[in-house]
Nanobody, 124 residues
Framework: QVQLVESGGGMVQAGASLRLSCAAS????????MGWFRQAPGKEREFVAA????????YYGDFVKGRFAISRDNIKNTVYLQMNNLKPEDTAVYYC?????????????????WGQGTQVTVSS
């Protein structure tokens, strides 16, 4: 129904910045609220950020607000996650997720569509 493809991950030093991108195809991107999650080895998938369909409302999980920023471009069908001042604790696989039901959600089970993930590794 919809495909999400993340890009922009990689290995950086602590304090550096990365911008992740998630390109959507298969349906109208503007009908989806979008979110970012991350999962480190041995840990649960953690909520990072979410953005409403039009981009007017954004929400952030614990420890990332103030360093990360989510945004979207509905013309390009792309959602972004700008990550600044990265820390080794941010090392994880980052997943893009879409939600077709109206309203922002914070639990992974509330999202309908998922990308394959992109690895972010932060060295000290």
């Amino acid at each position: 129904q919809v495909q999400l493809v993340e890009s922009g991950g990689g290995m950086v030093q602590a304090g550096a910045s990365l911008r992740l991108s998630c390109a959507a195809s298969g349906r109208a991107f503007s009908s989806l609220a979008m979110g970012w999650f991350r999962q480190a080895p041995g840990k649960e998938r953690e909520f990072v950020a979410a953005i409403s369909q039009r981009g007017g409302n954004t929400y952030y999980g614990d420890f990332v607000k103030g360093r990360f920023a989510i945004s979207r471009d509905n013309i390009k069908n792309t959602v972004y996650l700008q990550m600044n001042n990265l820390k080794p604790e941010d090392t994880a696989v980052y997943y893009c997720a879409g939600r077709s039901v109206y309203g922002v959600a914070y639990a992974k089970d509330d999202y309908n569509y998922w990308g394959q993930g992109t690895q972010v590794t932060v060295s000290s």
